[in-house]
């Protein structure tokens, strides 16, 4: 599996770079580091969501024992 890349850029030439960014495929760029950490803390939280379903955990957690 391939991780996830998160980008944020800033300086003199910062859209140049986030334009050529923005172009590769599977690189997310964002406004600032927080919004590039929340990302990756919401697709964890995501993958972590898919592992329980996938385990049978996961329809638990939402209806209850």
Do not use: I, M, N
Request: aromatic share 10%.
């Amino acid at each position: 599996h391939r991780k996830p890349l998160t980008c944020f850029v800033y300086g003199t030439r910062a859209s140049e770079a986030a334009s050529t960014l923005e172009d590769t495929p599977g690189v997310a760029t964002y406004p600032s580091p927080v919004r590039a950490v929340r990302a990756l803390a919401a697709l964890w939280k995501y993958q972590a969501y898919r592992q329980r379903l996938a385990s049978g955990d996961g329809l638990q957690a939402v209806h209850g024992p």
